[in-house]
């Protein structure tokens, strides 16, 4: 062996796995690798501060993320009162961290473990492209909920004719036809790649580019147009509409107490009714007593605004640091052959996978609605319908139910409250 100067190495546990320079393929790819070619089913006996992990965050992420996205899919299609714009977005949402879930967290797992792709150049070529797919569709969808946000905010006459249920489908269907447009380079990029070593070959799955510039392009594209700028985009309509609904305060008149109107008489003063008003903010009417009040709604609206800005936070906290590491790998900011640069790599690209599920679980803390409609969605599959309508009842004595059997004309379960 030459010396240990001109060995590329990483450092698990109590022993170096050692890459002999000479032994690599006569491949110029190399130069770019962001992580050592495959350590194989080693890794989880013997490194367990990698495999434990990876294993934990991978199980759970496809265990909560599948569930928690069904729920979410299921509820808004199955209840009328989640039936709304916001939450067809969401339930875009959930596709895309479906995807995520079911098809690309097992398939990259298993690529840590294996010593070799052994999926075929297709499945190699699928998994970056899902990926990819997930990130453009997630982070277009999030841009549009923040556009139409702002716009139902800011100029609430004009969106009750311009943000419609048939308005909101086209747009998603636009968003998912341009995400896949958006990520058609990635299957010119991802490639199984053959490697000739000395007493075996092996394939591996990666991105191979012509030369160096066109790997920074594409970290670039990646970083700037699919990330960075939608997020700045999105915090400035939230920045906008956050403004308009704490800020702003509309004034009108109301009555200090139901109006009584008095008929005018010859006699009379010619005042005809008389009632007695005072100025007031919109948000402390109340709707109930006479009087007109958006308290409740502008409190909704302030409740909707906070989840989906945690959303947005959370997208981005377990996004951009794996983008910004590829950055400054792809210009050779980092040194990433070093077990530091690897083990960071992993642990960012954990990130994404968590990401694909944890919306389902913001949802149900910060949306009664969402809660509800999951509490209701768990009754009927574990339950049966007609039991869960009856503990529904239960929990909830002054419900009724409606047309005698609590189901609309859709054959959906429908409550006076919801």
Not at 296 to 320: G, H, I, P, R
Request: net charge positive; with cysteine.
């Amino acid at each position: 062996m030459e010396e240990e100067s001109n060995d590329t190495f990483f450092e698990f546990t109590n022993e170096t796995v050692y890459y002999d320079n000479e032994s690599f393929p006569n491949d110029t790819f190399y130069a770019n690798a962001t992580y050592p070619p495959y350590l194989g089913a080693y890794t989880i006996l013997f490194m367990l501060e990698f495999s434990v992990p990876v294993l934990t965050v991978a199980t759970l992420t496809v265990l909560l993320g599948t569930t928690g996205n069904v729920l979410v899919i299921f509820s808004v299609c199955r209840y009328r009162r989640l039936r709304s714009s916001i939450s067809f977005y969401l339930v875009s949402l959930a596709t895309a961290d479906l995807l995520l879930c079911c098809v690309f967290t097992p398939l990259k797992t298993a690529e840590y473990f294996l010593p070799e792709w052994p999926f075929g150049a297709v499945m190699c070529k699928a998994v970056a492209f899902i990926q990819l797919l997930a990130m453009s569709s997630s982070v277009l969808t999030l841009t549009a909920i923040a556009y139409e946000r702002n716009y139902i905010i800011v100029y609430p006459m004009k969106a009750k004719s311009a943000c419609t249920m048939s308005r909101t489908r086209r747009v998603i269907a636009l968003i998912w036809i341009t995400s896949l447009i958006l990520s058609a380079p990635v299957l010119y990029g991802q490639q199984l790649k053959r490697w000739d070593w000395p007493v075996y070959t092996v394939y591996h799955c990666q991105k191979v580019w012509p030369g160096p510039l066109y790997s920074r392009l594409y970290a670039i594209y990646v970083a700037i147009f699919l990330f960075f700028i939608p997020v700045i985009v999105m915090v400035t309509a939230y920045g906008r509409a956050s403004f308009e609904l704490w800020a702003s305060e509309e004034v009108v008149l109301i009555p200090l107490r139901p109006l009584q109107v008095t008929k005018s008489t010859p006699n009379s003063s010619g005042r005809g009714d008389t009632r007695d008003f005072q100025r007031t903010h919109l948000s402390t009417i109340s709707p109930f007593s006479g009087k007109f009040s958006r308290k409740n709604s502008k409190l909704e609206k302030q409740q909707v605004m906070k989840m989906l800005l945690m959303v947005v936070f959370l997208y981005t906290m377990c996004w951009a640091p794996i983008l910004l590491l590829n950055m400054l790998i792809e210009f050779s900011a980092i040194n990433p052959n070093t077990e530091q640069v690897w083990a960071l790599k992993t642990t960012f690209e954990l990130l994404v996978y968590i990401n694909s599920c944890v919306n389902p679980i913001c949802y149900a803390f910060m949306s009664r609605h969402f809660r509800d409609g999951f509490r209701k969605a768990c009754l009927s599959c574990f339950c049966g319908r007609r039991l869960a309508l009856k503990l529904q009842l239960q929990g909830r004595p002054h419900l009724k139910y409606q047309n005698s059997g609590a189901t609309s004309s859709t054959g959906s379960e429908t409550f006076h409250s919801f």
